[in-house]
């Protein structure tokens, strides 16, 4: 087994062009995540995923971390604040921390939602189902990053150490036995 280790203020993987075409209806994903010691309590991104929307530009579906919790948003227009249904949602679910846990995602286009299950189980808090017409399309996904990339600022955020390992990417739910 195979791990990637991200320090210091993050790193990215990143699936586009021809290889994000399977996924432009939308994905599931999971990945083994261990933060050692701690969280940053900044906001931050694990997964990403972005491309054109009716009438919004660019939208971006995103989980990830904001002060130690997990953390979902979403926004149009290619950056935050520039879509007037710009959300960001977080929930009192702490991540964990010195312990392997299995992360999966759902970005669904066609539904237009988002879901989040830890270790198995879903995050109910962190699922979104959007309505087009009250403002919120979602994208035809043409990239999509894994990592970690830390935005703000958290005057510890570059003692942190996060493993990454046994990424899948897939138009099923590949779960995480």
Known sequence: MRGVNVRDGGGKIYIDGAAAAPYA??????????????VPRT??????????APGAGDVV?????????????????GREGAFPAD??????DAVPVDRWFCLEWQF?????EMRLWLDGAERRALWRLRDA??????PRVER????FQIFGSDAGA????????????DTRRVGCD
């Open 25 to 38: 209806a939308g994905f599931f994903g999971r990945v083994f995540v261990y933060f050692a010691g701690r």
């Open 43 to 52: 906001h931050a991104d694990l997964v990403f995923a972005q491309g054109p």
């Open 61 to 77: 579906w995103r989980y990830g971390v904001e002060a130690g919790n997990f953390a979902g948003n979403w926004y149009g227009g």
């Open 87 to 92: 959300r960001l949602f977080t929930r009192r």
């Open 108 to 112: 669904d286009t066609a539904a237009n």
């Open 133 to 138: 017409a009250a403002g919120w399309p979602a």
């Open 144 to 147: 999509i990053e894994l990592g």
């Open 158 to 169: 570059a003692d942190f150490s996060l493993w990454l390992d046994e990424v899948a990417i």
